[in-house]
Structure formats: structure tokens, C-alpha cells
């Protein structure tokens, strides 16, 4: 029960305490110190009714006992002790259900524009989203020694700059949106693919960050708020059938599309209309646009390929990343033709990024190219991290090496 607690409230629990005690390293403490007690006393004692609440309450006082402890050695640490014990009982009726946006006020502080890009997102997906060092780092193609580095710089740059923990104002919102938007784009990324681990997806990410898209729509309803609420949706409507009963990875062209959510398609369609309608939309809402052809889509055989092809002509425009390239040259070789597709794909350069020589691989497959395709699936399967998508490739390798009729 503690371990299921774990996965489910912990960054909960942690984005509290952070917001308690002010310190990144002393809220990790805390929580780790809190499990530790309810590992200890619940087999005993039971579960409490509110466990989050247990948690965050063992946790703070855990770290208030800490930081007396060290006082022998630091005044300061007294000093902040005796603080926090003020604190914690001007407010020791603080309610549980009324701090569900301490999250997205966790990711305001970490994506403060004080901070550099790349750890305003490392440090969000450490702290609110659990990722570890190993993981960011994989998705950033760097080397987890120097992303703990940017982790590190990042909480010791909030504590030095005294960085409010709070959701900014209205008129300092606009500014910070595009960072913040980055991130919940990249914590649902993570649980709709997840970039290690045995399983294909995570989905306690992908629900938290379709919940903090939901506040963020509600405290700024911007286009582009809009258009990434409406593209996690339309993703997340295809997880039931993104993979078998056996938990093997199954593309969208083979997915059986009865189990699609039609409850999250409908709503993600009628935000795509909104979004797209404001003609203020930038690329999650085109990207929504896109997720919504294939929603529509009655089989895979019906998917409008040129109308994909193009609004990804439109996303370059706006964002002319190499994996944008690479979706582009996919949808190009669906819709005129996979020789055409090929050329484009061949000028992407995305060094380390599996999905690359995976898609080169299928694309000369359907060519019939099958000792170059079996050439790129080696190379894909020399990349990839999540177990799921190694087998895959693993398969469609064996297929391409013996092919049957």
C-alpha cells in the first residue's frame, strides 16, 4: 500500500512540503522521511484516513526535528526550525483539498524565467514529475553528470534568489506561458511514451499533465493552452489501444479503433475548433489539428495523409525542430509517396534519437529495401531504452531478415 501511495501521491506530497519548507533538498528529505515513518507505523497502526495528509504533516515535522538536530552546529538551522514551527501552527488546519494547485505553482517557481531553459525543465521534471537524472538526461541526448549539474545550479539559484513559490499574476503570466506549457508538454510525453523501463507508458504522468493543462486552460485560457489541452487529450484517448493484453507496443495503423475514448475525442475536437478559431494558434494547436485528422479517421486506411502532410508543412513554419522534420517526411511518404518521403527523411540529423533510423526502417520495409531496412532496425535497436519498443524492433527485425511470403 505504501509503494502504491508512493507512485500515486508523492509528488503531491513533495510539492506541498517544497511550498511548506522553502527548500527543494529539505522537502526531498522530508518526503523521504515520511515514507520511511509510514513504512514503519502503518503495518502497525493502519493506514490513516488521509494518507497525503499524514505525509505531508510526518514530513514537515520530520524536517522541523532535522533542522533542531543541526542547530548544535548552525544557529540558522534553529532559527529556520523555530520558523517553520510558527508556521505550522498558524496554519495546522491547512486543508488537503484546498491546495490541488501546488503543483502548477511548482512549476511556475521552477520555470522562472531567472532560471536557463534547459533547467527550468530538467529541474520540473525531477521534482514534479519524478523523473530520475538518468531519465531527463536520456531525453535531453546529454550525459546525467552534467544535467545534475543544471538540477543542482537551478534549486541553489531559487534559494539564493529567494524565487516566490507562486502562481505569478495575471500580467506576468503571458511571459512565462511558453516555458511552462513546454513542460507539461514533456511530462505528458514521458507517461504517453515513456523514454525507459519495462513498461510503454506511464500513466499517472499523462494524467497529471492533462490535470495541470486543465488549471492552466482555467487560469489562462490562451490559444496555445488550448491547443496542447486538446492535443493530450486526443493522444490520450488512443491508450487503450496503443498496446496488447501482453503489454506489447502496437502501432496506430493496427490499433482497433472501437476502443478509442470517444468521450476524450469529442472534447479534444471541440478544443482544437476553439484553439484554431482564435487564429492566435501556434504549435500545439497545429499539432492538435493534426491528432485530430487521425481521430477522426474511421480506419487507417481512411486517414487523410495530405491534409497531415500539410499542417505539418504549416508546423514547420512555425517550428522547424528535426523531430518535426522527421513526422513531416513520415506524412510526406504516406501521402506522395514513400520514395519521396525517404529523401526527406535522409537530410534529419538527430544524433542518439532511436526513433530516426526506427522510422528509416519502416520506410524502406514497405520499399522492400529489407537488407537496408534490417541495417536501420540494428541501428534503432542500439538506441532505444524502453522495453516495449526493443522488442518491437526486435520483431519487425526478424521479420525483415527472414521474410515470409
Known sequence: MVDAIYRSESRRVLATL???????????EALHDAFAAAVEQWPKDGPPANPRAWLVSTGRFKAIDSMRRRARFDASQGKLAEQLEA?????????????????LRLIFTCCHPALQADAQIALTLRTVCGLTTEEIAHAFLTQPPTLAQRIVRAKNKIRDARIPYEVPTRAALAPRLDA?????????????????????????LSAEAIRLGRLLVELLPEPEAVGLLALMLLHESRRAARTSPEGELVLLEEQNRASWDRERIAEGLALVERALGSNRFGPYAVQAAIAAVHAEATSAAATDWPQIAALYGVLAGIDASPVVQLNRAVAIAMADGIEQGLALLDTVHLPGYHLLPAARADLL?????????????????????????????????????????
Do not use: K, M
Open 18 to 28: 517544497i511550498r511548506l519548507l522553502g527548500d527543494f533538498d529539505i522537502a526531498e
Open 365 to 405: 520495409r514497405r520499399l522492400g529495401r529489407l537488407d537496408d531496412a534490417a541495417a536501420a532496425y540494428r541501428e534503432a535497436l542500439g538506441l532505444v531504452t524502453n522495453e516495449a519498443e526493443r522488442r518491437f524492433l526486435e520483431r519487425r527485425l526478424v521479420e525483415v531478415a527472414r521474410p515470409g511470403p
Open 180 to 204: 511552462v506549457l513546454h513542460v507539461i508538454y514533456l511530462v505528458f510525453n514521458e507517461g504517453y511514451s515513456a523514454s525507459s523501463g519495462a513498461s510503454l507508458t506511464r500513466q499517472e
Open 87 to 103: 508556521d505550522a501552527s498558524a496554519d495546522a488546519e491547512w486543508d488537503d483539498d484546498g491546495v490541488p494547485d501546488d503543483r
